[in-house]
DNA sequence: AACGATCTGGCAATCGGTTGCCGAATGCAC
DNA sequence: GTGCATTCGGCAACCGATTGCCAGATCGTT
């Protein structure tokens, strides 16, 4: 900041903790603060002369607006909260990072809540994040859809990996992956795949099993489904007796986590992957490719899932600068290690 | 929200989008504006009768503060802001969950930024954050002394493992972690030891250094510093050709991320991990017990450590329930797959 | 030169709370 | 019943921006 500032000026700048308002730099400048708001956020409404004089002055005290004056007359926080269901889980990132940036680039803040898992703590904290932000991405949220449907009545929601009529929603081609990888295994000779379903509320869960019904009917295959787990590691590990009852020379986890903790389980019981049975997950998380044998997994575009996100909600508030289109995000097999030919049963 | 309420009240409610006010409280209590404000946020200052009146009142309306109207008088938005240097780095996971948790325990919303690993985009992105929150925890920032210092004066500053004199800092046991993990590798047989170390402007990683310097001294071995390295598995990669040239038979790598991308780049080459080389790291950060050979490395306290900068930051506004530990956080050696004896050479 | 259109900048109300100050009501002791 | 301290609740200013309305200045046109 400028210091050779006329002195009573600097002293109240000081004792109000170093922050200039408008006021301040009306003064300076020696126009009316409405005109030092116009200057600042309404750029030709103003005339040349006067708003070059206006933004030195604001350089000169290091002006930054005070976000919460703005957002109380105009109701515009310039904020977006996104609710996660467990941020320790890899698959968050991407998203997060999407979104983040997308955000920031708009000007706007990213304010991240976690549910854990639970549809209460949700919905408790979806009610503490409303009232201060202009809109809200539910990221694999646990919410019933109406209760969905209720706090889109009062701010732009956007969901990701669910699907809710009248709520905007960022999806994957979640067929072509499943049919991808359901191929992919009828190929090796597996003529019996077990299906891992993450938590009931899960919608994408759901999804994907449909999706694996199809093409398990289309190719002739044997499907069943067992579940439901909480989409962990543990919840995998969890998941192998059941897993050997159903006979299934193959595994599609609900996701990486889950396919992690069997592919651990099974080693810890002996089992060879994938020579005795074949495993495979979705997301391509960290550590899917660490893990030994590496993980055969259906990726998504996480960062892009973020960044559209953010992008339909700036353009739900009229803020966004291009459409944001609304194909659903395509979706890529990834072959590891973890899946092979399939035992002689 | 009740639905039998005066009409001409209900209409305006539902004009404003739904959400009520104190003004509306008041309206239906029957009493004045502040005497809503002070029942409901000054306990014990109206009396019991019509604080419980004026709270059946708010419950009727559904009323949620305005937080952008309760910022602008007070200047405090209940607002803590988080800078990480990258997101997508596990390490940072338990520092945002526990700093998540203990924000919205205490009516706090964490917001969370990414500077990408650079001293630039973190500047900006504090600047960025300032004007909208009460605190700002700065993990493992890259900013320069000097610079922590001017935020500091105007906002209460927390750093993660980091130390600058004058501001308040949450830091593990280093010396601890690193003589155990210093002392195991010579217990293996190790005499030359080769560190990996991240970012130059990482003051955690110089602090490692040094604390290993220490320890090789006490223990008669020769270490030596490679380095700067991005903290990425990338950077870790790109280390294997400067590490063999050193000779070294145990590296330890400023992170888990690096000690991965090691224990990968050495597969690729044909080196044997522990037999050849020893390998060990820091964090132990999901994915390091996935990878073959799991990784030996040091956990710290992450989510306490989030925890505890968050209480600190409360602490700091005059906001916390107790009072927080400066003790630093123990940290533990464990010991995995990755280290074994030296190779005689 | 007169006139209407367009620009420019000021005035003042407003957003939804908080809080210092004050007077009225209440409580208590005597 | 009086005196005094305390409790309770209202009034109004204030936080820092935004914005509708308006008047004066400036411009182009005929």
Redesign the pocket.
């Known amino acids: 900041m400028d210091d050779d500032l006329p002195g009573e000026l600097a002293e109240r700048i000081r004792r109000?903790g170093g922050?200039?308002?408008?006021?301040?730099?009306?003064e300076l400048a020696?126009?009316?603060?409405?005109?030092?708001?116009?200057?600042?956020?309404?750029p030709?409404?103003?005339?040349?002369?006067?708003?070059e004089r206006i933004r030195l002055a604001a350089d000169r005290l290091d002006?930054?607006?005070?976000p919460?004056?703005?957002a109380?007359?105009?109701?515009r926080s310039h904020t977006i909260g996104l609710m996660v269901a467990d941020i320790t889980n890899p698959v968050i990132f991407g998203i997060v990072r999407g979104a983040e940036h997308t955000a920031a680039a708009a000007g706007y803040t990213l304010v991240i809540a976690e549910s854990q898992e639970s549809g209460e703590a949700e919905a408790e904290a979806v009610s503490r994040l409303l009232p201060s932000v202009d809109g809200l991405i539910l990221a694999t949220t646990r919410l019933a859809d109406e209760r969905i449907l209720r706090v889109a009545e009062r701010k732009p929601v956007i969901l990701i990996n669910r699907q809710v009529d009248g709520v905007v929603g960022v999806l994957p081609a979640v067929e072509q992956g499943v049919s991808d990888l359901v191929a992919h295994l009828a190929d090796l000779g597996h003529r019996s795949i077990a299906y891992l379903s993450g938590p009931e509320t899960s919608w994408i869960s759901r999804r994907r099993w449909e999706a694996m019904l199809d093409a398990a009917e289309r190719l002739g295959l044997a499907v069943v489904e067992i579940g439901p787990h909480t989409p962990t590691i543990d919840g995998g590990r969890e998941a192998l007796r059941r897993v050997q009852a159903s006979r299934a020379t193959a595994v599609i986890a609900f996701n990486d986590l889950m396919a992690i903790g069997l592919i651990q389980a099974s080693a810890a019981a002996g089992i060879h992957v994938p020579d005795e049975l074949s495993i495979a997950g979705f997301d391509d998380i960290f550590g899917s490719e660490l893990i030994v044998p590496a993980l055969t997994t259906v990726r998504a575009q996480l960062q892009l899932a973020g960044e559209r996100a953010v992008g339909k909600v700036l353009e739900a508030l009229g803020d966004a600068t291009e459409p944001v289109s609304d194909d659903p995000l395509a979706t890529t097999l990834v072959v590891r290690g973890s899946t092979g030919r399939a035992a002689r049963s």
Chains 1, 2 share one sequence.
Request: aromatic share 8%; proline share 5%.
């Open positions: 109000r922050a200039a308002t408008i006021y301040d730099i009306a020696g126009v009316n603060p409405s005109t030092v708001s116009r200057a600042l956020s309404k030709g409404r103003i005339s040349k002369k006067t708003e002006f930054q607006f005070n919460m004056a703005r109380l007359p105009t109701g």
